[in-house]
């Protein structure tokens, strides 16, 4: 069997607004499916470097990495017949500035939803998880 290991980086994006706490989630296009904004490390690019731009590709978001959150691990078979091993590091960051969102070949919608809609709305247990555990560094 083909195997194959994969890192990507995502992106914890909080806003307190009222006596809510949102989060910025985004929608996978041509699924239902809701994750936080990430995507994969490019060569020759660095972890927080991959945060920044991806936040930016999916969400119009102009972003800085304030800490590393953690990491997420699961496996996928891809439609080219691998065995995936995959590792997603997350980060909280802090809003620069905010351009105006565009759908792309990756992400159809985004949204700001409160914490506990996120947690309902969030497709992947692991994704609610590391939501958590990012709000007990900034609570």
Same mark, same amino acid.
């Given at each position: 069997m *083909?195997?194959?290991?994969?890192?990507?980086a995502g992106g914890i994006i909080l806003w307190k607004g009222g006596n809510n706490i949102w989060v910025c989630i985004v929608k996978r296009k041509g699924k239902?499916?809701?994750?936080l904004p990430r995507g994969r490390v490019e060569d020759n690019e660095n972890m927080e470097d991959t945060v920044v731009r991806e936040i930016r590709e999916e969400t119009g978001?102009?972003?800085k990495v304030l *800490?590393?959150?953690g990491v997420i691990k699961?496996?996928?078979?891809?439609?080219?017949?691998?065995?995936?091993?995959k590792e997603v590091h997350f980060y909280l960051v802090k809003i620069t500035k905010y351009e105006k969102f565009v759908p792309n070949e990756e992400i159809q919608d985004m949204k700001w939803v409160p914490v506990e809609d996120a947690l309902k709305t969030l497709s992947y247990p692991k994704e609610r998880e590391i939501l958590l555990k990012a709000l007990k560094h900034i609570l």
């Open positions: *083909r195997q194959k290991r994969v890192i990507s239902n499916i809701w994750i978001i102009i972003s *800490r590393k959150v699961y496996n996928y078979y891809s439609r080219e017949g691998f065995f995936c091993e």
